[in-house]
């Protein structure tokens, strides 16, 4: 299950590394081998590794480009 999520401060990518500071965005995945799953386990992605992982995209609407977790 998805969940994007606003950092408090100092939320750590999983995938990257990167230190996810105060306000930036971020999505918590359940996995299980790589895949995503209705329960596995918890997995913190920045807006950078959810991109290149698929998760995240970004849409046009009225004319405005807006990323979003939602498949």
Known sequence: MRRGCISLGNIK?????????YPERYLVVDEKN???VAKGDTVRYCVECALDKGYAHYREEKGERTL???P
């Open 68 to 70: 979003t977790f939602l």
């Open 34 to 36: 790589g895949e995503e």
């Open 13 to 21: 990518c999983d995938k990257c590394g990167r230190i996810i500071g």
